[in-house]
């Protein structure tokens, strides 16, 4: 059973980085064709798609966030890592964490950790 | 980016009732069209995928079609465990895009 879960700090100040963490258990982060991806919704239900970083280690961002937003992986904790940098109110969403299979569709997603950018 | 107009934003209708919810592409995207249905708390699920294809333990009354760079969603018979927020998503570009929602209520 493929499990998605993220952590997260709650708040963060603006002009800081956000950090967002998403374990996987029962299924290696490593194993081919599998991307881990980065998406937020924001209220008034706008979803946006951030990132991914891959089986193989390559990573992809949404060109929107490129100057922004870094991801990165932990293969021994089998977890993957969201760091989304400068942030201000507008970032404030719900971060999630899901799964696609090459040439497939986010088929498996955490169940959402909510960030608030506040001073 | 491709930009996925979706409509309507809102709607609300009587268990059993035909829905059709649609998206328009900005480009051709071919069948790289998914839809997810989101309820409060919960993260998204895979409804269709590949534009017509039914994933894993959806109902049948829940089915896709394309037209062109339309898609429609159309849940054949609502029922009560329908309602919510309903999204189409393109997997053509390496950007992917989702389109703004539609959140659907029981009237």
């Known amino acids: 059973q493929v499990n998605l879960q993220e952590s997260g700090p709650g708040i963060v100040k603006p002009s800081q980085p956000l950090s967002v963490t998403c374990s996987v258990t029962g299924y290696s982060i490593t194993t081919s064709y599998y991307y881990w991806n980065w998406i937020r919704k924001f209220s008034g239900n706008k979803l946006e798609w951030m990132g991914y970083i891959s089986y193989d280690s390559s990573i992809y961002y949404n060109p929107s966030l490129k100057s922004r937003i870094s991801i990165t992986r932990d293969t021994s904790k089998n977890q993957f890592f969201l760091q989304l940098n400068t942030v201000t109110t507008e970032d404030t969403a719900v971060y999630y964490c899901?799964?696609?299979?090459?040439?497939?569709?986010?088929?498996?997603w955490g169940q959402g950790v909510m960030v608030t950018v506040s001073s | 980016d491709i930009q996925m107009t979706q409509s309507p934003a809102s709607l609300s209708a009587s268990l059993e009732e035909i829905v059709t919810i649609t998206c328009q592409a900005s480009q051709d995207i071919g069948n790289w069209l998914a839809w997810y249905q989101q309820k409060p708390g919960k993260s998204p699920q895979l409804l269709i995928y590949?534009?017509?294809s039914l994933a894993d333990g959806v109902p049948s009354r829940f089915s896709g079609s394309r037209s062109g760079t339309q898609y429609s969603l159309k849940i054949s018979r609502l029922q009560v465990e329908d309602p919510g927020i309903y999204y189409c998503?393109?997997?053509?570009?390496?950007?992917?895009?989702f389109g703004g929602g539609t959140k659907l209520e029981l009237k």
């Open positions: 899901a799964r696609h299979l090459q040439l497939g569709y986010f088929d498996y």
């Open positions: 998503l393109q997997g053509y570009s390496a950007t992917w895009t």
């Open positions: 590949g534009a017509t």
